[in-house]
């Protein structure tokens, strides 16, 4: 229910803000639960692709510290967040989503390369979707980077790609894992082609 009314306050904010959102491709989204995995571009992206995801409802990491504040943890548990160590994750960073998605009821944003500050895809993503048994399907973000720039009502764009399927019994060795990282990037990199072949993403500077 939480999750539900702060998705539509946070849709009908955005839309006044900036109101210019386009979800392209939708169709390709599977039926059950499934990974978004994507270019970490700006902080607000996830809430792009949960938005862009509707109906369908979305759990996702948060760093740990964010769960001090009682307030934000209140938000971030009835929005379907769970605490990771991002420096030192154990085992509960793996079981937690793999667990969530085989219910079957949520499917989980996630952004292989960690950091809007990083293009390193990591394997966290590959795992999970392995032992649960879900696809990952690419998805890109394409317009303002700073939350400033939303105002000026430029174009969004969330994009969505054809699921990429693990096999359970794929290996997750070094070889196995630099296929589907490779897979991913080479679909990110088409659905950017595909909204704009101009593109170009020049990240915003660290403060």
Do not use: C
Request: hydrophobic share 40%; no cysteine.
């Amino acid at each position: 229910m939480f999750y539900t009314f702060i998705r539509a306050f946070v849709r009908g904010l955005l839309w006044l803000i900036n109101g210019n959102a386009h979800y392209d491709n939708k169709k390709v989204l599977p039926e059950g639960a499934y990974i978004l995995v994507g270019p970490h571009r700006t902080w607000f992206d996830p809430i792009y692709y949960a938005l862009a995801g509707s109906p369908k409802k979305f759990s996702f990491m948060a760093k740990e510290e964010l769960f001090k504040n009682p307030i934000i943890r209140f938000i971030l548990v009835h929005a379907n967040a769970f605490p990771v160590n991002r420096t030192h994750p154990g085992p509960s960073a793996i079981k937690t989503p793999v667990k969530i998605l085989k219910k079957g009821d949520l499917s989980l944003i996630m952004f292989p390369s960690g950091t809007r500050h990083s293009a390193e895809l990591k394997g966290g993503a590959l795992v999970i979707a392995r032992m649960s048994g879900v696809p990952l399907v690419p998805t890109v973000y394409q317009g303002p980077l700073t939350f400033k720039q939303l105002f000026t009502r430029k174009r969004i764009t969330v994009r969505f790609g054809d699921p990429i399927y693990i096999d359970r019994k794929q290996k997750m060795d070094k070889d196995g894992m630099a296929a589907i990282d490779n897979e991913m990037e080479a679909a990110f990199k088409q659905l950017d082609i595909e909204i704009d072949p101009d593109f170009k993403y020049v990240p915003t500077p660290k403060k």
